[in-house]
């Protein structure tokens, strides 16, 4: 005779019955919704790292003369001004590198705001760290860097182009021109890293032209003439040669476009220039021997 189960037995294994369930669902849920090698044990150790925070202005400040405030900018003197000029990240010998550039501007005491005048620009400073050991650490401190801008300010400067001048050396390239009596010309103002120390450069010319004061009508180039002749300008760009003057290679600027001469009355291909490092900054030594 079939023994009848007791409804307490009935019970015990219902409830076992939907444990077991239970747990096949969980164990083909959680090995159906994970792609091989993301399970947590499995996880990259790199993605779980926390990410580094850069140094800010108001770090480098406090870094390079001793005091911050709250608005991003602070006085370094009694008529002058500091503030963020841009920031930016890059690698050198394999080490990445985090630099603050700041500007310095001179203070009008009358109207207590920046000169505005066309010949005046700033001071840069520079507070430089490298990423060691999953930190910023500081590595360079400068005051004065160099000088560049006008109108009481420097160029704006999202992300520098930078030129590799050997493996331990580079140089952030900053656009920058003026004009005058209808002429302009443009290049880059180089600051040059290496052994964790900025250094200015100088002004590399890259292109010309007489946009604002030329006819091409004309068909030559005459003293009289209000308009100083045909219309000219070239562009070019920066390329480092192996050949090397105080420790810095030469600059050649390849040229496109025309230029003019005092010999010249019309417009001829422009040629190409070099740059050579005197052992302060860059200087034109086209058709020096």
């Not at 007489?210 to 091409?216: F, L």
Request: proline residues 7%; glycine residues 10%.
């Amino acid at each position: 005779m079939t023994k009848t189960p007791t409804p307490n037995k009935t019970l015990l294994i219902a409830l076992l019955t939907a444990a077991v369930l239970a747990t096949v669902g969980l164990s083909y849920y959680f090995s159906s919704s994970q792609e091989p090698g993301t399970t947590p044990e499995n996880i990259p150790v790199d993605t779980a790292k926390k990410s580094v925070v850069k140094p800010d202005v108001a770090t480098a400040l406090t870094d390079l003369f001793g005091v911050s405030g709250p608005g991003g900018s602070v006085k370094t003197a009694p008529d002058a001004l500091t503030g963020l000029w841009f920031e930016q990240s890059f690698t050198v010998d394999n080490r990445q590198y985090h630099v603050v550039f700041t500007k310095t501007q001179t203070v009008d005491p009358e109207k207590n705001e920046p000169f505005d005048s066309h010949v005046q620009g700033v001071i840069v400073g520079a507070a430089t760290y490298v990423l060691k050991d999953e930190a910023w650490q500081l590595v360079g401190k400068q005051q004065e860097v160099g000088e560049i801008g006008s109108w009481g300010d420097a160029p704006e400067v999202k992300n520098a182009a930078i030129l590799t001048l050997s493996p331990s050396q580079i140089a952030f390239m900053i656009d920058f021109g003026y004009g005058m009596g209808g002429f302009f010309e443009e290049g880059k103002v180089l600051f040059g890293f290496s052994n964790n120390t900025w250094q200015d450069l100088g002004f590399i010319q890259t292109g010309s032209n007489n946009s604002g004061s030329c006819d091409d009508t004309e068909q030559e180039a005459e003293p009289d003439s209000p308009l100083m002749g045909p219309c000219w300008g070239y562009t070019g760009t920066i390329t480092a040669l192996p050949e090397t003057h105080k420790n810095f290679p030469d600059l050649l600027i390849v040229k496109q476009g025309t230029e003019i001469t005092e010999e010249q009355k019309l417009p001829v291909p422009a040629k190409n220039s070099t740059y050579i490092f005197d052992g302060q900054k860059y200087a034109d030594a086209t058709g020096e021997e």
